[in-house]
């Protein structure tokens, strides 16, 4: 089952760039995390809409400049990566 997640709506963002890594301040609980590219992208992704790891991974191979636009390897580590921003607690899945 593919799950959806969103950002956690009362989440107020703060981050901050350096060339591939990304610090980002989750005022609900006061951490502060070190974040790689993918994962701020797609956090920031899902700030925007609701989505699934096989639309984030069609979205994110143009801009990680794959060859393909949906590759499941891709999928794959987006899965990993939704799940350590869910344990960061900076998403959530979404019940239907």
Request: no cysteine; aromatic share 4%.
């Given at each position: 089952m593919?799950?959806?997640?969103?950002a956690?709506?009362?989440?107020?963002?703060?981050?901050?760039?350096?060339?591939?890594?990304?610090?980002?301040?989750?005022?609900?609980?006061?951490?502060?995390?070190?974040?790689g590219?993918?994962?701020?992208?797609?956090?920031?992704m899902l700030?925007?809409?609701?989505?699934?790891a096989?639309?984030?991974a069609?979205?994110?191979?143009?801009?990680?400049?794959?060859?393909s636009?949906?590759?499941?390897?891709?999928?794959?580590?987006?899965?990993?990566?939704?799940s350590?921003?869910?344990?960061?607690?900076?998403?959530e899945?979404?019940?239907?």
């Open positions: 593919n799950m959806r997640w969103r956690l709506p009362e989440l107020n963002l703060h981050a901050r760039a350096w060339d591939d890594e990304f610090v980002v301040y989750n005022s609900l609980s006061g951490d502060t995390h070190l974040l590219s993918a994962a701020a992208q797609i956090l920031l700030q925007q809409a609701p989505s699934d096989i639309a984030l069609e979205s994110l191979a143009p801009r990680l400049q794959l060859e636009e949906l590759d499941e390897e891709l999928a794959e580590q987006i899965t990993h990566l939704l350590d921003l869910h344990t960061l607690a900076l998403i899945p979404i019940r239907l």
